[in-house]
């Protein structure tokens, strides 16, 4: 069981409206809801492919209901460790008529100390039956930026391997508390001088591949060129470096990690899995079947790796 934890998850609510007109009242066609968060973009990659996965966090109130009801739906099991506050929603506006949208963002919940050590008891359990766990996303308020070196901590202390997506002081205090993998944030340019144990590995995207820095040595990744050209010439809001192409590539990472595969096959997967991203941020299983045996992957020596 792979177990994704999400500690700032939101809702999304897609208002559809042929016109939007500040000021009045605006009617409108469609209403869509839609899970956010990377931990629950994680978990629903992993579910496509068909493993075991539990996505744990916070949630609460009417909003944390609709977000456990949409993972429900879409068959991935939850186990959220429940809190008072109403958990956040990110509104969105299409006006079809001037083909624009407006996003309103709600603040993140405020998280008790009494909250965070339910939290905690509920992640300890979880780990009694996981075989990886994967940390990553925002904190909300209330949340001591050094959760994630403890959550890190906890599941080597539990022989679990844990893949780390953060940036920040967030990722800087837990990077070097062994995690497994460690994948920045995209804002935190360059890594060189991040502190990670002598056993931990640090993926870094680029445009145009993937460089994974390894105990044994750097090894990388490219994208598929043909793929690269047909993304960048297809509308929609995905792009090579897009949040859904990210979250599908830190996806790619955990079944490898979890299962002690080799670099060449842990890179081609996620590589493959991240070219397979639709710009509806779905994964389309017969482009990743395509991709896979395409990935180039090179290794420490700089020679094709087999």
Known sequence: MIV???????????????????????????????????????ARYLHTFGHEVVAAGLVGGA??????????????????TRIAAESRRLVDIADSAA????????????????ELGRLAADYLD?????????????LPDGMPEEIYGSFVSYAAGAGVPAVLEAGGNALLRAADRGPALVIPDRREGDVSELKVGPDTSVVVMTG??????????????????QWQ?????EP?????????????????????????????????????????????GEADLGA????????????????PAG
């Open 4 to 42: 994704t934890v999400t500690l700032n998850p939101t809702l999304r609510v897609e208002y559809d409206a042929e016109r939007v007109v500040p000021g009045a009242v605006n009617r409108v066609r469609r209403v869509g809801y839609r899970t956010g968060g990377r931990g629950l973009a994680v």
């Open 63 to 80: 909003t944390g209901e609709l977000i456990r009801a949409e993972l429900a739906r879409a068959g991935i099991a939850t186990q959220f």
């Open 99 to 114: 083909g624009l949208s407006t996003g309103f963002a709600e603040p993140s919940p405020y998280i008790t100390t009494e």
């Open 126 to 138: 979880l780990l009694a039956g996981a075989t990886a766990v994967v940390l990553c996303g925002s």
């Open 208 to 225: 145009s591949g993937v460089t994974a820095l390894t105990p044994d040595g750097q090894w990388r990744a490219q994208w598929q060129a």
């Open 229 to 233: 050209a047909q993304r960048q010439a």
């Open 236 to 280: 929609g809001p995905v792009s090579l470096d897009g949040d859904a192409v990210r979250d599908a590539l830190v996806a790619g990472f955990v079944p490898g990690i979890a299962l002690g595969w080799s670099w060449p096959d842990m890179l081609r997967h996620a590589v493959a899995l991240a070219s397979s991203v639709l710009p509806s």
């Open 288 to 303: 990743y079947e395509e991709t896979l045996p395409e990935v180039a992957v090179t290794g420490p020596a700089g020679s």
